[in-house]
């Protein structure tokens, strides 16, 4: 017999392209989500899925099975949506450890300010959540979404400079990109994959590693202290007055900045009041962190 545990780990995992992405949606165990398709399989007599590289697809079986699971996966769905948002519980905003930083610091006062106040639930995690499934309300992404329910808006540009703080003052080549000698803080962990690390892995040969930690927060923090120079978006860097700006790294292309919803989100009221101070705020602090509103800034002094 079929289970329904196991077809919607099927479902899941059709969805994603990978047991993987299924297991960390479904918060199982990647072994739990390979049984469970393999019960699935067993039920119906046929294989469910195809590797193809690194990914899973449907096989002919599959593609005929998931025609009749996807609509009802998507009316519970919907219900689960709709369960979470009957009370007048916080609107749950994810985002990025940095976007959540600006957040806490620019955005949630705003809204509490509300009248009656919007509570926020902030999420924050490099996880992209899924939204169909009601794991969130608002997302903050640097990735622009391309599910047809999903509802996105373009808020600005995320840009990347090279800051020091404290006592640290960086050699005058620094500042045209030249970093052999410097102390670099280094993102480590699945921040080693981002622009900021990699900029200062390709700047110098002959630096120093003062520091490896992947929280962003930590690595500025660090900086501010003087402990050496880090890459960072400028949007995160203007909340810590002690960093002093050493140059725009003009070779790092900037990031779109996007917030997303459902389109079942939209129907409540709170949400969509939410939607619109968050996208406001987040806009104007977009906009003040640019190059060109930080070009009349005083830049880190040369040694």
């Known amino acids: ?7 919607r780990t099927f479902s899941e995992v059709a969805r994603r392209g990978s047991m993987s992405g299924a297991a960390r949606a479904l918060g199982l165990h990647p072994t739990t989500v390979a049984r469970r398709i393999e019960a699935a399989e067993a039920a119906i007599g046929a294989p469910l899925l195809l590797r ?20 009802l996966v998507d009316a519970l769905d919907e219900a689960a949506r709709r369960a979470a948002r ?18 806490a610091a620019r955005v949630v006062p705003r809204l509490l300010a509300e009248r009656p106040p919007i509570e926020v639930d902030l999420l924050s995690s490099n996880a992209v959540v899924d939204l169909a499934r009601g794991e969130a309300d608002l997302a903050i992404r640097t990735v622009e979404p391309t599910e047809p329910s999903l509802t996105r808006r373009r808020l600005g540009q995320t840009y990347y400079g090279l800051y020091a703080g404290g006592t640290y003052t960086p050699g005058a080549a ?8 410097e102390v670099v803080l280094l993102p480590s962990g699945e921040l080693a994959r981002l622009p900021e690390a990699r900029s200062l892995v390709a700047a110098g040969a002959r ?15 660090a900086a501010e202290a003087g402990a050496g120079l880090v890459v960072l978006p400028t949007n995160l860097a203007v909340l810590h007055p002690g ?20 389109a079942d989100a939209a129907k409540s009221p709170r949400i969509r009041r939410a939607a619109e101070l968050v996208a406001a705020i987040v806009t104007e602090q977009l906009a003040a962190a640019a190059p060109g509103a930080l070009a009349g800034r005083p830049a880190a002094g040369a040694r």
């Open 86 to 103: 009957g009370g007048e519980g916080p609107v749950r905003i994810a985002t990025t450890e940095n976007g959540a930083r600006v957040l």
């Open 174 to 181: 620094a500042s045209k990109g030249h970093l052999d000698g």
């Open 52 to 71: 193809s590289g690194r990914r899973s697809i449907p096989s002919a079986a599959g593609a005929a099975l998931l025609a009749s699971l996807e609509p």
């Open 243 to 262: 960093l002093r700006l050493v140059r725009i790294l003009d070779e790092m292309p900037p990031r779109a900045v996007w917030l997303v919803w459902h």
């Open 207 to 221: 630096t120093r590693i003062g520091l490896r930690c992947n929280s962003l927060l930590a690595l500025a923090t």
């Open 1 to 7: 017999m079929l289970d329904w545990n196991d077809l």
